[in-house]
DNA sequence: CAATAAAGTTAGACTTATCTAACAATTTAT
DNA sequence: ATAAATTGTTAGATAAGTCTAACTTTATTG
């Protein structure tokens, strides 16, 4: 029943999740610092989303999520956390960087491909004592651009 | 100096590079239905990108980029490329769904993910004779969500 | 070659999301 | 407790991107 949201009413919702960290309610003054948009802009999707049912919030008041909201919220940081976990542990990509780019795909992804890539990255933390050789070879790779031979000897062997 | 193009113009620029595939050109009818656009969006995307030196255009005519649109249209298109094969060889996503999200993300991709990606199917592709070993325990695990004992008895023999 | 069909454009409406300016409520501090 | 500062809202403007309806140009074809 739930209306598909658009990348920004997602921001919204996700930026409640992280600013009452769970539990607490909100300001709107706060949720226009973190998304850095002017408090009228938060006005004006609080109202629409509460209009949806996906937050509660009286006049001059905290905003809080419904758990309707809150599941949307966490639908969209999961997708957030997936890309994050990625971009950091196996692309070797910096925090911010990271960060950024979760911060916009997360709104593309797909429900497969969010699965798929918690997976990937469940797969490589997997094995005992964290992450397997070939990720190292791989971040080697990343800055030398070339295999060492003992790499593709084990591979040749392998098939 | 080239103005960030935003989503729906790189799409619109990445589909005369599709349709012409490199040197024809381009019918608005074609961008059109490729699109799933109406002509009328079409004309005035192409009227604000002409207006920016991206594309040839005149009155009822064809439809051409310029080098500099040309430029921008294979940015674009390699953003798409890296995206849709890191999917469908890495995370094994069907080319469907992959080439849906490649569509998608290839606006909010920032440049260096863009190359880590690109890399990283390089690597993966690099091994002689195709994908190495752990890809196809991967694609296992994601069909059983359980590692063989094999792959990690290996793994610890490694550390 | 004239009639019709197809392709393209223009004009104008609508939606979403943002902003600024002006006003109202609430909180803080003197 | 009242003045000042902060917080929040309302109203209205703007920009991007889409659409429909009406019109124009180009192409097709009998």
Not at 40 to 49: D, E, H, I, Y
Not at 86 to 100: K, R
Not at 140 to 154: D, V
């Amino acid at each position: 029943m739930e209306a598909k949201q658009s990348a920004s009413m997602e921001d919204y919702l996700e930026s409640i999740l992280m600013l009452g960290e769970g539990k607490e309610a909100v300001r709107v003054s706060q949720m226009s610092k973190a998304l850095r948009v002017k408090m009228p802009s938060v006005s004006s999707a609080l109202a629409k989303l509460s209009q949806e049912g996906l937050v509660e919030h009286k006049r001059y008041g905290r905003v809080q999520l419904t758990p309707e909201g809150e599941r949307v919220a966490e639908d969209v940081f999961h997708r957030h956390e997936a890309l994050r976990h990625f971009l950091t542990e196996i692309l070797n990509i910096d925090p911010e960087t990271a960060a950024g780019d979760a911060c916009k795909m997360e709104h593309t992804i797909s429900p497969v491909t969010q699965q798929k890539l918690a997976k990937f990255v469940e797969f490589v933390n997997q094995p005992p004592e964290g992450p397997p050789k070939w990720l190292k070879i791989f971040h080697h790779y990343l800055r030398r651009a070339k295999l060492p031979e003992e790499y593709i000897a084990r591979c040749l062997k392998e098939d």
